[in-house]
């Protein structure tokens, strides 16, 4: 298993960025599984977002074929060739919106993400068990829906075609998607083949906003349905590249697949157990009971 301005980039000091990369990792994954300068081509009639975006669904195998998968495996590798640093992905989907990500290296250990459809959560060796609230979450769990391609009336408000620009000398359709809660996204779609190339968004960390670019290509069908196998994802001034190697759906998962991480379940049960104290100290004295 993803606006109408490009928000400006807050300065992150060297230190800070380099801790900030292995928090940001699953994210950035999401989305890419954000813009350089372009002109835009002479003005001439676009069609309506909604017909861009079904034609997407379409294109890429139809509303039947989607509606087949029920679950999916993915497998590849996430690289940072400039910092020399290469993990194994392994990325578990279920309809609804269930997720669970799996990202490990030698050079920032393992990171777990996920969802069980009610609460979004993350393991990470440098912050610890995390719980995913306010924008993050929200974020998160749309971005978990099971085939976002086909849902996207659910998940979205407001979509709109704004323009034609170029993307790799190619024309492509400006689609802004704006959810009910969150940013807004820009999607690319190639005129002639209807394929989405490019995305834009803001992910929300514990450090702030972060606008990213992701260029989706590498287009391979599987079980009736095209899926892009390379995701190349621009932030903070450095390139990730994602590479799928392998996607098999309707596969049986152990019952437990989703199930909150025991780690997560305490941290859950601690800020219970505090909101109850705290809640307990703001009520007034009551009589004593009678004995």
């Not at 990500?101 to 777990?112: M, P, Q, R, W, Y």
């Not at 391609?149 to 359709?173: F, H, S």
Request: with cysteine; hydrophobic share 35%; aromatic share 6%.
């Amino acid at each position: 298993m993803i606006h109408p301005t490009q928000r400006p980039m807050t300065r992150i000091p060297s230190l800070a960025r380099a801790r900030l990369v292995p928090a940001i990792l699953p994210t950035l994954l999401l989305a890419g599984l954000c813009a350089a300068n372009v002109h835009a081509q002479p003005a001439e009639k676009l069609p309506k977002a909604e017909t861009i975006l079904d034609k997407y669904v379409e294109v890429t195998g139809g509303k039947a074929a989607y509606a087949k998968l029920n679950n999916r495996v993915s497998k590849g590798t996430f690289e940072m060739a400039a910092q020399g640093i290469k993990a194994d992905l392994t990325v578990y989907g279920a309809k609804p919106n269930k997720l669970y990500t799996v990202l490990e290296s030698d050079a920032f250990g393992k990171i777990e993400k996920g969802t069980d459809g009610k609460v979004a959560w993350e393991l990470n060796m440098m912050t610890g068990p995390q719980l995913k609230e306010g924008d993050e979450r929200t974020f998160f769990m749309r971005e978990a829906t099971f085939d976002t391609a086909t849902q996207w009336r659910k998940l979205y408000k407001k979509v709109e075609c704004v323009g034609l620009e170029p993307i790799d000398d190619q024309p492509c359709y400006k689609v802004i998607l704006t959810p009910a809660e969150g940013a807004p996204a820009t999607r690319f779609y190639d005129k002639q083949s209807g394929l989405l190339v490019k995305v834009e968004m803001s992910i929300t960390t514990p450090m702030g906003t972060i606008p990213f670019e992701s260029y989706v290509s590498d287009y391979k069908p599987v079980d009736g349905v095209l899926f892009p196998h390379k995701v190349r994802v621009l932030v903070m001034g450095t390139e990730r590249l994602i590479t799928t190697q392998s996607i098999e759906h309707n596969v049986k998962m152990p019952k437990d697949r989703f199930k909150l991480p025991e780690d997560i379940q305490v941290l859950i049960e601690k800020q219970r157990s505090e909101q109850a104290e705290a809640t307990g100290k703001d009520k007034p004295a009551g009589k004593p009971e009678k004995p």
